[in-house]
């Protein structure tokens, strides 16, 4: 995995949550030292929990500067989950304490911000370290969210699924109806999310 793609003051930005049926969408944005190493960090996914829990700690004491995002469920259905994806890594990388001097997006579409240079990066997070980054803080954090408001409804079993469209998801939502966190702008896809209403 690569260190760095540009410069020093670079950052990588990344988020988590964009296939859920509830919750925000997380974007993190991250620079990290132009030494840091670190043989287990790694695209988010591709991690246990426990991986990404220890790397969290280790990125927050170490980076340069990082911000995370959460997008409201209600934000995503007014403009689209790419748009709020986009959205969340700009207001990430907008929070950083020192400003980019360019970024590397994790996947293939991303908008010009605030006149700073950019490239996207499909597969980021396994190839870039500060994408790495940013996509275990994203996880990370939105994880540790959606565990909050499980507590609220636990019949989604959110601590679990994450918002995902599992099939114990979908049968709670079948059973229970739809919360204050779902994406209501989903139920307009039940062929893909493979609904049987």
């Not at 360019?102 to 980021?124: L, V």
Request: hydrophobic share 40%; charged share 25%; aromatic share 12%.
């Amino acid at each position: 995995m690569q260190r760095w793609y540009y410069s020093f003051n670079e950052a990588g930005a990344d988020e988590a949550g964009r296939g859920c049926l509830a919750g925000p969408v997380t974007a993190a944005a991250v620079i990290l030292p132009e030494d840091f190493e670190n043989n287990i960090l790694n695209d988010s996914k591709q991690m246990t929990e426990k991986q990404r829990n220890i790397l969290r700690e280790i990125i927050e004491k170490e980076a340069i500067s990082y911000a995370v995002v959460h997008i409201s469920p209600k934000q995503i259905d007014e403009i689209n989950i790419l748009n709020a994806s986009i959205l969340g890594m700009q207001k990430a990388l907008n929070k950083l304490i020192v400003k980019p001097d360019f970024m590397i997006i994790d996947g293939n579409r991303f908008k010009a911000f605030n006149q700073i240079p950019f490239e996207c990066m499909i597969k980021g997070d396994a190839r870039f370290m500060r994408i790495a980054a940013a996509s275990v803080l994203a996880k990370t954090y939105r994880d540790e969210y959606m565990s909050e408001i499980h507590q609220q409804f636990p019949q989604y079993n959110w601590k679990k699924n994450k918002g995902y469209p599992t099939k114990e998801h979908r049968d709670a939502i079948r059973k229970y109806g739809f919360s204050p966190y779902h994406r209501m702008t989903f139920q307009l896809l039940p062929s893909q999310l493979k609904f049987d209403f």
